[in-house]
């Protein structure tokens, strides 16, 4: 009874979550409603310590460690950045700069679309407004010059889900809180009093590579299909597109205009952290501000704009603190009823010791992510499964890094993956939903790779920050 309870506990919450209840309501109330049951047993003597009550009288603190966390200050500024960036019309001024650049190449529009979409990526740190960011400026174009929709859906869905691993990305942000909490808990189980720390600045480092060569690897297959099968992703007339666009200027200060400013927001934001000027949270609010001052540059910061762009950040950071404060009631009674013992015999006994034990943990956590969002994986699975990894003695760097791009690939993968979702909503009629299921499919094999590659080679992820 003891063994199967923490179990039956994260199977309620995945069935509960499934059946489309609210994420933050339904881990607190499943795991109050099964702590509840375990006093309970033990109260009428049906059973004896099945539940330890006591775990209980630890949420006051962890409430009060949630509010004072300076690193999940980083959240609100971080999401603040990328709405006011994309109020801004930033996206769309760079977008056409770099379809007129690269456009009259064969592929030039898919590849314009990939450097975009990376640039947002690292500006927004959101999938979703990525991904519905691209399918609106770019999917029209891209369809009317004569791109197959597979290849041109597959393109924007793939570009949109680096706000996953692209630094500063929101996932990241989460991930290294958890993984922080998660690294020291391990050590001290391992004996070790004075543990050592992994910040979300390591994690921002260690995704630098990971996600720059899973971006080459987009451009790469994107200039093959171009070359093995033009009609597939056709050169385009230049004027012909400037006429479209409405550009009678020079290219060159479209691209100054386009390109300039988000990079420069980028150098500053990730500049900070690099070279130790700033920690994330600071970094963010630098963000933030210079997002506001872009905006403001663009005459697109109204009165209505400012109240668009605060509604939707408080909404966002909301949610996640709720999901937040869920998520601790859950690992509590998870705990309460010796969830961390039981984890911790399975992984043990499992066939191939720390590579067995990894391989379920990716796979657990890539299906999971067709029906639950990057949030509650960060904050019900990795506290639970973390510890016991990292006490096997893998990096935490390297794990995180190695989430984020299990969690990035879930993303695309069909029938569930959320950004096929936000593209449906905003794609044309014409597109039909088997030619996205379809046009992800090569760039899943990508990043499947790309998680090959890095566990092959951890130093993908582990080397720059060792340089810091």
Known sequence: MLEIMPLLLFVCICIVLMLGYPVALSLAGTALAFAGLGMGLDALGITQGVFDASFLSAMPNRLYGTMTNQTLLAVPLFVLMGVLLEKSKVAETLLDAMALMFGSLRGGLGISVTIVGMLLA????????????????SLPTMLKRGYDPSLATGAICATGTLGQIIPPSIALVLLGDVLS?????????????????????DLFI????????????????????????????????????????????????LLMKGLVPPIVLIVCVLGSILGGLATPTEASAVGAFGALMLALANRKLSLKTLTEVV????????????????????????????????????????PGDVIGATLVVMLVIFLLGFILD?????????????????????????????????????????????????????????????????GVVPFILIQLCM??????????????????
Do not use: C
């Open 122 to 137: 690292a500006s927004t740190g959101i999938v979703g407004a990525t991904v519905v960011t691209m399918g609106l400026l």
């Open 181 to 201: 909490s998660a690294y020291q808990q391990a050590q001290l189980s391992m004996g070790i009093w004075s543990p050592k720390t992994v910040s979300v600045g």
């Open 206 to 253: 260690g995704a630098l590579i990971p996600g720059l060569i899973l971006v080459l690897a987009y451009i790469v297959y994107i200039a093959m299909v171009a070359w093995l099968k033009p009609e597939k992703a056709p050169a385009v007339d230049r004027d012909a597109l400037m006429e479209e666009l409405g550009h009678t200027g020079s290219i060159f200060w």
């Open 311 to 350: 509604r939707s950040t408080t909404n966002v950071t909301s949610m996640v603190f709720l999901i937040l404060i869920g998520a601790a009631l859950f690992s509590l009674v998870f705990r309460g009823f010796g969830g961390e013992e039981v984890v911790t015999e399975i992984f043990e006994n499992m």
């Open 374 to 438: 990057f949030i509650e994986i960060t904050f019900v699975v990795v506290p639970i499964v973390g510890p016991v990894l990292l006490a096997m003695g893998l990096d935490p760097i390297w794990l995180g890094i190695m989430i984020a791009i299990n969690l990035q690939t879930s993303f695309l993968t069909p029938p569930f993956g959320f950004a096929l979702f936000y593209l449906r909503g905003v794609a044309p009629k014409e597109v039909s939903t088997s030619q996205i299921y379809k």
């Open 451 to 468: 998680l090959g590659a890095l566990a092959a080679f951890p130093g993908l992820a582990t080397w720059l920050p060792a340089q810091f």
